[in-house]
């Protein structure tokens, strides 16, 4: 539950690096929705040549699955940025305003610890398929380097927003939780 009032999108104020953060996160989700767009168009286009012209596919499943995946991974810091995800705001609104910001400051450092390992290992494996040359083993042979890219991208960027998050909070530009003080 949150505040009428309260706003659906991270706020920038006059920060430059909210700002650009905020604009990279948007971009991120623009080009999220073109995945997911792409993944569609593909669906149609291997359901025409499958049953209509009764041919086989050889890349528009594994390419489909590619697709969804990074959209869900390059999507992550928009859904951030917009408050996408389920917010159980209970605690915080039993907490004093003091309280409820320390929480805050609390639950957005130990994400972003989290979600920076998972840059770490991420991009180590990215590095991993890049560096040794691995391809899928299907008759398409990806790169893999390309699809497994959307992993450090995907959480690098995620980890920018809640690192945004973190200072807008710091420096009062938004409210913890969104919540105003009671």
């Known amino acids: 539950m949150t505040d009428q009032n309260s ?9 430059l690096f909210l700002k650009v953060v905020a ?7 623009w080009l999220s929705a ?4 792409a993944a569609v168009v593909i669906t149609c286009q291997m359901i025409f040549i499958r ?9 528009q499943t594994e390419a489909i699955i590619y697709l969804v995946v990074s959209a869900t991974l390059i999507g992550l810091a928009y859904v951030q940025r917009l408050r996408g995800h389920v917010n159980v ?9 003091r309280i409820r910001w320390i929480l805050a400051l609390f639950t957005l450092t130990i994400s972003a610890v989290i979600i920076a390992i998972i840059v770490w290992y991420s991009y180590e494996h990215w590095h991993l398929a890049y560096s040794r040359g691995w391809k899928s083993d299907t008759i398409w042979g990806v790169r893999l380097w390309i699809p497994y890219l959307s992993l450090p ?14 200072v807008a909070i710091i420096l009062k530009i938004e409210k913890p939780f969104g919540l105003e003080d009671a």
């Open 7 to 15: 706003t659906l999108v991270a706020p920038s104020g006059s920060n």
């Open 89 to 97: 705001d209970l605690v915080p609104l039993m907490l004093s305003g």
């Open 34 to 37: 073109a995945m997911i767009v």
């Open 51 to 59: 049953f209509v012209l009764n041919g086989s596919t050889i890349w």
């Open 23 to 29: 604009a990279l996160s948007t971009l991120a989700g």
């Open 153 to 166: 991208v995907g959480f690098g960027l995620l980890l920018l927003q809640l690192i945004a998050d973190l």
